[in-house]
């Protein structure tokens, strides 16, 4: 019912950055949040930035004051853009939004396919 597609991964070294960029396609009645996500090799997938339909933003600890989250509510887009990367950023970062639909419900949950971001020290 949506799709969603990422792009901007890459690799760059300790202190450069990166812009990620997100594009939800798809047959919705709105979206009312989106974000993202990223897993590290061998670890779980942790909340990195979240910005819902108002605009209100959330960002984990880790990443505060470094990367910025921003949505273009007209394109169903999303940015995030990354400052100041450290190795420990290092992960697949994948995009997700909540949806409402017409046939899966008010609050229906969506996930990219994932895009690699490797910083070296």
């Known amino acids: 019912q949506v799709q969603l597609v990422e792009s901007g991964g890459g690799l760059v070294q300790a202190g450069g950055s990166l812009r990620l960029s997100c594009a939800a396609s798809?047959?919705?009645?709105?979206?009312?949040?989106m974000g993202w996500y990223r897993q590290a090799p061998e670890k779980t997938r942790e909340l990195v930035a979240t910005?819902?339909?108002?605009?209100?933003?959330s960002y984990a600890d880790s990443v505060k004051g470094r990367f910025t989250i921003s949505r273009d509510n007209a394109k169903n887009t999303v940015s995030l853009q990354m400052n100041s990367l450290k190795p420990e950023d290092t992960a697949v970062y994948y995009c997700?939004?909540?949806?409402?639909?017409?046939?899966?419900?008010?609050?229906?949950?969506?996930w990219g396919q994932g895009t690699q971001v490797a910083v070296s020290s």
């Open positions: 798809g047959r919705f009645i709105s979206i009312n949040a």
């Open positions: 997700n939004a909540v949806a409402k639909t017409r046939f899966y419900g008010d609050r229906s949950t969506y």
């Open positions: 910005i819902t339909d108002g605009g209100a933003t």
